[in-house]
């Protein structure tokens, strides 16, 4: 079968036909991989930004059909539908039991090879690899949906509608009637913008650096956009200079996450969403905290119990609520997946879906 290796940090992908699968053991599942997005974090591994060995199959935004359960997998079945959660949801570690499963304890445990290429073992991105056309992973790392969820919009909730619905609606927890920013709009940042609308956001203010990007969030709900430079003049023009209520960091850099924490007003709440380097750092002063008595919160796959969450976005699209389609800019072949990361480091694109059938 074939599947896109990353070999090397810095290096394009190698797109191999000959990869191969370790045999289902107990608990593991056999999913052929119907649609999976290209997300900014699969770049962010071949860049060195997100830390994970090489070799490595990337991809861990995607959606398919199971295959084969092994021994003891009793909820699922041949033919269901399912999305990978790049964070399992085992129910039954501490974090799981708190109500956090998107910390559950099992996500670095889960990152065991389960490809084969040349004889050797290779691992998936955070155990999954969905830039492959099948797949073996534990039962918990698996969402059952319904069948009538067509698969590349099932793909998109595996990483960056979970992450940007949920970091709107969970971890900022937005509340109707208040005024957002959103710094990025990418996959994750318009899934934001489209959270901050379900809940019922007055003001939606989006910053990107590039125009076009602009142009589409109004399409999914931003109510006012800005390059950076104009953000200030924004924030007297939606807030009367006090700040807004929430901001969402959805890009990973420290200039937009300090950027983040003081465009909120004192009381308000900022939220980072997008990953950055470790050996990069953000400024804060001693006395800001206690004097602007802000939020400031991570958000980890949207704060969200995948295995409620991901059914409910699959319900709000459904209904009509959270426009999936609109957000899928090019659909691409597995072999073309070199071309997709460069497209979206040139933002030319909110999702990039590769379609597998
Ligand atoms: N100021 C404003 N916008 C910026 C800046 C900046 N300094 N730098 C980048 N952007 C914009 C880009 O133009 C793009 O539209 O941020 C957007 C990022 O979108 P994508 O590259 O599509 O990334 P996405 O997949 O949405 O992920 C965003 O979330 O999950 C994390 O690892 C992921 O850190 C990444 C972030
Ligand atoms: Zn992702």
Not at 22 to 27: E, K, M, P, S, V
Not at 109 to 135: R, S, W
Not at 303 to 308: E, K, L
Not at 325 to 335: A, C, L, T
Request: hydrophobic residues 45%; charged residues 20%.
């Amino acid at each position: 079968m074939k599947a896109a290796i990353l070999w090397e940090l810095h290096k394009d992908l190698e797109i191999r036909d000959d990869v191969s699968l370790t045999d289902l053991n107990a608990g593991e599942v056999h999913v052929k991989i119907g649609s999976s997005g290209v997300c900014h974090s699969d770049l962010s591994v071949q860049n060195g930004t997100i830390p994970m060995p090489a070799p490595c199959v990337l991809g861990h935004e995607g959606a398919g059909v199971v295959q084969e359960v092994g021994d003891g997998v009793s909820d699922l079945a041949a033919g269901d539908h399912v999305i990978l959660s790049f964070t399992p949801a085992c129910r039954m570690c501490k974090p799981c039991l708190r109500g956090q499963s998107y910390l559950c304890a099992d996500m670095m445990p889960m990152m065991v090879p389960h490809f084969i290429v040349d004889g050797n073992p290779i691992m998936g991105m955070t155990g999954c690899g969905t830039f492959a056309e099948e797949m073996v992973v534990p039962q918990s790392a698996l969402v059952k949906i319904d069948n009538d969820v067509p698969l590349d919009v099932a793909a998109l909730i595996g990483c960056g509608v979970t992450t940007g619905v949920g970091a709107a609606i969970n971890s900022a927890d937005i509340q109707p009637g208040s005024s957002v920013v959103i710094f990025g709009a990418g996959g994750v940042g318009i899934a934001a913008v489209q959270g901050a609308r379900i809940a019922g956001a007055a003001e939606i203010l989006v910053v990107d650096l590039v125009e076009s990007k602009l142009d589409q969030a109004k399409n999914f709900g931003a109510t006012h956009v800005c390059t950076p430079d104009a953000l200030d003049q924004m924030k007297t023009e939606i807030t009367g200079g006090e700040g807004f209520d929430y901001a969402l960091e959805c890009i990973g850099n420290p200039i937009t996450i300090r950027a983040t924490y003081d465009a909120v007003r004192r009381g308000g709440t900022a939220v980072v969403v997008g990953v950055g380097r470790l050996d990069q750092k953000v400024e804060f002063n001693a006395f800001e905290f206690f004097y602007n008595d802000k939020i400031l919160r991570g958000s980890m796959y949207g704060s969200a119990n995948v295995r409620t969450f991901m059914p409910e976005l699959c319900r709000l699209w459904k209904a009509g609520k959270l426009d999936l389609e609109s957000m899928i800019s090019r659909r691409i072949k597995v072999d073309e997946v070199n071309d997709a990361f460069r497209a979206m480091e040139a933002g030319e694109v909110i999702r990039s879906v590769i379609d597998f059938n």
